[in-house]
């Protein structure tokens, strides 16, 4: 069985910095391109940073300079380093891994920034 656990949500004022982590089990991890999600109320879900197999990356250019996404394929997790928060970034992020038609999600983790 497939799982994707995220965990590093919370509070926090703007201009802070929060890490998040997502860990998997059931898959092999090191073959799955790996995403950061997120989806503020009323809002569709928006690519936040994906990271291939290879280490590349890519971010979405409201967090450009700010975000940082990396994977640990020995500990099958990858992270989202978030600084300099601002109050836009309040949403619920969500991991997720794909590879071929294989497409999993996690359930979420809340991510509250006050101004």
């Known amino acids: 069985q497939v799982q994707l656990v995220e965990s590093g949500g919370g509070l926090v004022q703007a201009g802070g910095s929060l890490r998040l982590s997502c860990v998997t089990s059931?898959?092999?991890?090191?073959?799955?391109?790996m995403g950061w999600y997120r989806q503020a109320p009323g809002k569709e879900r928006e690519l936040v940073a994906v990271?291939?197999?290879?280490?590349?990356?890519d971010y979405a250019d409201s967090v450009k300079g700010r975000f940082t996404i990396s994977r640990d394929n020995a500990k099958n997790r990858v992270l989202l380093q978030m600084n300099s928060l601002k109050p836009e970034d309040t949403a619920v992020y969500y991991c997720?891994?794909?590879?071929?038609?294989?497409?999993?999600w996690g359930q979420g983790t809340q991510v509250t920034v006050s101004s």
């Open positions: 990271i291939n197999t290879r280490g590349s990356t």
């Open positions: 997720n891994a794909k590879y071929d038609r294989d497409d999993y």
């Open positions: 059931g898959l092999m991890f090191s073959i799955y391109a």
